[in-house]
């Protein structure tokens, strides 16, 4: 199907606009096949095996004015938004339960640490938000059985609805960037990001890619949700444009070698450089420690962001990285002013 042409369409294909890459970087050249071929025969560091896994109990459903988040594992968060007079409106970002990563049942990136919660442990799930289509983010077998028991709607980039589909999904909405979509008194708004997507090798960039900024009213509380991206002007367009998260869920690995993976992915500084071009509040990292992708050792990304952050003495918990299944929670002032008026 066509879509509209803009500044990344132009009538067969999505890319990423020159204006969105960082002012000092020059312009991306062309990837050799025989550049990938080469580093993707051996990973300098091998990660370990089945790494044992954190137990954490499941959060019990916040109070109206108080916001959960868990991470479950790579780029999935389970997100609980209390709200007075109803139950919790729950989002789930790119779920992957599977143990691969791949098109392929026993090839590809199997993970190394389980997830931090299973399916039947979550909560009833609302929505479920896709940033595109990469197989580490847009997991079938995942959305099946989340299609299956809660019957949620699927919220995604341009292009993306007929890979979501195959899922079972019977709500699905489709936004280009700066859309947005209101549901149950939520506003979701598809962002901007510098990345790209394929699921075969015939279909590159076929479909949009983007992050979400999720915004509540009564009260007012924006949590942004990158998806995949590299480093870029975009994060200040999301500000300008949406306003200062009040919490950012960033990625920050999948890093190395850097002269190839700069295109799409973050490292750790860069991350903490987007945290403070969105003025966001608090942010919490994923996009490491489950799927080997590249080349950086397991532990690196959390212990770089951690020194990056106390080099400018920010507080551990401004900016964190989570093991899968723990929880963060987070209080609107705001709220917590307008309930004790109305109690």
Same mark, same amino acid.
């Given at each position: 199907?066509?879509?509209?042409?803009?500044? !990344?369409?132009?009538?067969?294909?999505?890319?990423?606009?020159?204006?969105?890459?960082?002012? +000092? #970087?020059?312009?991306? #050249?062309?990837?050799?096949?025989?550049?990938?071929?080469r580093w993707q025969m051996g990973f300098r560091w091998r990660w370990p095996n089945d790494l044992p896994s954190h137990r954490f109990d499941f959060p019990p459903a916040p109070a109206p004015g108080k916001l959960a988040i868990t991470l479950i594992n790579h780029s999935t968060f389970f997100i609980q938004i209390g709200r007075q007079g109803k139950s919790p409106f729950n989002v789930i970002t790119d779920p992957i339960f599977s143990q691969r990563c791949s098109p392929f049942r026993h090839f590809g990136p199997k993970r190394v640490q389980s997830p931090g919660h299973a399916i039947s442990a979550l909560p009833r799930v609302d929505a479920i938000l896709v940033s595109h289509c990469h197989y580490d983010h847009l997991d079938l077998p995942s959305l099946r059985a989340l299609a299956e028991r809660d019957d949620p709607i699927c919220i995604t980039p341009l292009g993306n609805r007929h890979h979501v589909a195959k899922a079972g999904l019977? #709500?699905?909405?489709?936004? +280009?960037?700066?859309? !947005?979509?209101?549901? +149950?008194?939520?506003?979701?708004?598809?962002?901007?990001?510098? !990345?790209?997507t394929a699921r075969t090798p015939f279909d590159a960039n076929k479909a949009l890619w983007g992050g979400f900024m999720l915004t509540t009213r009564h009260p007012e509380l924006r949590i942004f949700f990158a998806g995949d991206s590299a480093h870029g002007q975009h994060w200040r367009l999301v500000r300008e444009r949406l306003g200062a998260p009040d919490v950012a869920l960033l990625p920050i690995g999948a890093y190395e070698p850097r002269n190839l993976m700069y295109r799409v992915h973050m490292n750790p500084e860069e991350a903490l450089a987007a945290f403070e071009d969105l003025h966001a509040k608090r942010a919490l990292a994923c996009h490491y420690g489950t799927f080997q992708l590249t080349d950086e050792p397991i532990g690196e990304p959390p212990a770089r962001l951690r020194l990056a952050t106390r080099a400018k003495n920010m507080p551990d918990n401004q900016?964190?990285?989570?093991?899968?299944?723990?929880?963060?929670?987070?209080t609107c002032e705001e709220a917590v002013s307008l309930l004790a008026i109305t109690d």
């Open positions: 199907m066509p879509y509209p042409l803009s500044d !990344h369409y132009n009538g067969s294909t999505f890319f990423n606009p020159p204006t969105l890459r960082p002012v +000092d #970087q020059p312009a991306p #050249q062309p990837l050799r096949r025989t550049s990938i071929f019977a #709500q699905i909405v489709e936004l +280009d960037w700066w859309e !947005h979509f209101e549901c +149950d008194g939520m506003t979701f708004t598809c962002t901007p990001a510098l !990345h790209g900016f964190e990285s989570l093991r899968n299944g723990e929880t963060r929670d987070f």
